[in-house]
């Protein structure tokens, strides 16, 4: 970890507890200024080893200590990385104990700047973070917008600790989809009623979204269909993003009818009917429909909730529906379906091959979902 003197480092702390409840082992480097907004007792005690702040300190482990650190690391966050610091490592100035650290530094290194916006926005800064993005080693992140230390808006905070989190785990991640595209169906779908009600389902959408980051994680380009939208449109949408996919995920709880009519005005009670008639038509099938566009070298993944004969009925869908493998999951399981952190789940590949899963998260559960899809 690569502190330098910027406000955000006051959130590094916590970013060094998390990785170490996680099970990193964490080791720090900072510039002297960076000792003016968190104090070297702080990360001593949350790290758990002595911090490296002064190149010809009496403490330090090693002689070359800048050069013992690379070795030992796995990878390098440098947060916050400030105009001065950002300028220095993009051109090979190494004068204290971070940049020293850094120009040793040959494997993974992810970086996230931190200044006031018209810093941001100079020449010299946007070139410097250019040159360092365009390296093999290097992720470079941009700033986040919002509210600044100065007191102004604009862009230039730090990305938050859960960015910089993501980006850490998707560095350590092996790359096994780099270079495929994989379009993603999420949460439900909203049937409009009239201007204030609509038909809907429990579904969160957290399935779709750990499954879309595992993706990403892994080297894929992700589209996530996702959001407050009616069947329809996300059959529109699917539609056009299966066309240029590789692997298509259909976690969406998809709604099977709409109102054949959707009034202008609120529906208002009325005085004497004790009952209310909907009208419904059917939506169009999503994952019937890709499955007719499917083209060799295409796979087409399939949920399948159930509640009852769930074997046969996910059997049946991966069959009708020409998809290549189906993710069963059942409401009658404790801690599966909607809303959960978790989910159990068994999974169908068209050869009838099957694989059941005791309950796991929801994170785990994607990844053992990606791994059982052909890439070949």
Same mark, same amino acid.
């Given at each position: 970890?690569? *502190?330098?003197?910027?406000?955000?480092?006051?959130?590094?702390?916590?970013?060094?507890?998390?990785?170490?409840?996680?099970?990193?082992?964490?080791?720090?480097?900072?510039?002297?200024? @960076?000792?003016?907004?968190?104090?070297?007792?702080?990360?001593?005690?949350?790290?758990?080893?002595?911090?490296?702040?002064?190149?010809?300190?009496?403490v330090n482990a090693h002689a070359t200590e800048h050069i013992s650190l690379p070795d030992w690391a796995d990878?390098?966050?440098?947060?916050?990385?400030?105009?001065?610091?950002?300028?220095?490592?993009?051109?090979?100035?190494?004068?204290?104990?971070?940049?020293?650290?850094?120009? @040793?530094?040959?494997?993974?290194?992810?970086? %996230?700047?931190?200044?006031?916006?018209?810093?941001?926005?100079?020449?010299?800064?946007?070139?410097?973070?250019?040159?360092? %993005?365009?390296?093999?080693? *290097?992720?470079?992140?941009?700033?986040?917008?919002?509210?600044?230390?100065?007191?102004?808006?604009?862009?230039?905070?730090?990305?938050?600790?859960?960015?910089?989190? $993501?980006?850490?785990?998707?560095?350590?991640?092996?790359?096994?989809?780099?270079?495929?595209?994989?379009?993603?169906?999420?949460?439900?779908?909203? $049937?409009?009623?009239?201007?204030?009600?609509?038909?809907?389902?429990?579904?969160?959408?957290?399935?779709?979204?750990?499954? @879309?980051?595992?993706?990403?994680?892994?080297?894929? $380009?992700?589209?996530?269909?996702?959001?407050?939208?009616?069947?329809?449109?996300?059959?529109?949408?699917?539609?056009?993003?299966?066309?240029? %996919?590789?692997?298509?995920?259909?976690?969406?709880?998809?709604?099977?009818?709409?109102?054949?009519?959707?009034?202008?005005?609120?529906?208002?009670?009325?005085?004497?009917?004790?009952?209310?008639?909907?009208?419904?038509?059917?939506?169009?099938?999503?994952?019937?429909?890709?499955?007719?566009?499917?083209?060799?070298?295409?796979?087409?993944?399939?949920?399948?909730?159930?509640?009852?004969?769930?074997?046969?009925?996910?059997?049946?869908?991966?069959?009708?529906?020409?998809?290549?493998? *189906?993710?069963?999951?059942?409401?009658?399981?404790?801690?599966?379906?909607?809303?959960?952190?978790?989910?159990?789940?068994?999974?169908?590949?068209?050869?009838?091959?099957?694989?059941?899963?005791?309950?796991?998260?929801?994170?785990?559960?994607?990844?053992?979902?990606?791994?059982?899809?052909?890439?070949?």
């Amino acid at each position: 970890m690569g *502190i330098s003197g910027g406000i955000a480092a006051y959130k590094i702390p916590e970013l060094i507890r998390l990785l170490t409840k996680a099970g990193a082992d964490v080791r720090v480097t900072t510039t002297h200024n @960076a000792l003016e907004f968190v104090t070297e007792t702080t990360l001593r005690t949350l790290s758990g080893h002595t911090i490296y702040s002064d190149v010809f300190a009496a403490v330090n482990a090693h002689a070359t200590e800048h050069i013992s650190l690379p070795d030992w690391a796995d990878m390098m966050l440098i947060a916050p990385a400030t105009v001065n610091v950002l300028g220095k490592l993009a051109n090979g100035i190494a004068d204290d104990a971070l940049t020293t650290t850094f120009a @040793a530094m040959r494997k993974p290194v992810v970086i %996230a700047p931190a200044m006031n916006d018209k810093m941001y926005a100079a020449p010299a800064t946007q070139q410097a973070m250019q040159d360092l %993005a365009a390296r093999d080693n *290097i992720t470079m992140l941009d700033c986040a917008e919002g509210p600044l230390a100065c007191g102004t808006s604009g862009k230039g905070r730090m990305q938050e600790i859960e960015v910089l989190l $993501e980006e850490i785990y998707t560095v350590f991640t092996p790359k096994t989809l780099l270079g495929k595209r994989v379009m993603i169906t999420a949460g439900p779908t909203i $049937e409009k009623l009239d201007p204030v009600r609509y038909i809907s389902n429990f579904s969160t959408g957290k399935m779709g979204r750990a499954l @879309a980051q595992e993706c990403r994680r892994r080297g894929a $380009e992700v589209t996530l269909i996702m959001g407050a939208m009616s069947a329809q449109e996300m059959c529109e949408q699917a539609v056009a993003a299966f066309a240029h %996919a590789d692997i298509a995920i259909l976690a969406a709880a998809v709604a099977d009818y709409r109102p054949k009519q959707m009034v202008d005005h609120k529906i208002k009670k009325q005085v004497g009917a004790s009952s209310l008639t909907l009208m419904l038509v059917e939506n169009p099938d999503i994952a019937a429909t890709l499955g007719k566009m499917k083209q060799p070298g295409q796979q087409l993944i399939g949920f399948a909730l159930e509640t009852n004969n769930e074997l046969e009925n996910a059997q049946a869908k991966l069959q009708k529906k020409n998809l290549d493998m *189906i993710v069963l999951n059942s409401l009658n399981d404790p801690g599966a379906g909607f809303g959960y952190d978790t989910n159990k789940v068994t999974l169908i590949h068209r050869d009838g091959t099957q694989k059941n899963y005791p309950l796991l998260s929801k994170e785990v559960v994607a990844g053992v979902i990606l791994d059982n899809i052909s890439l070949s």
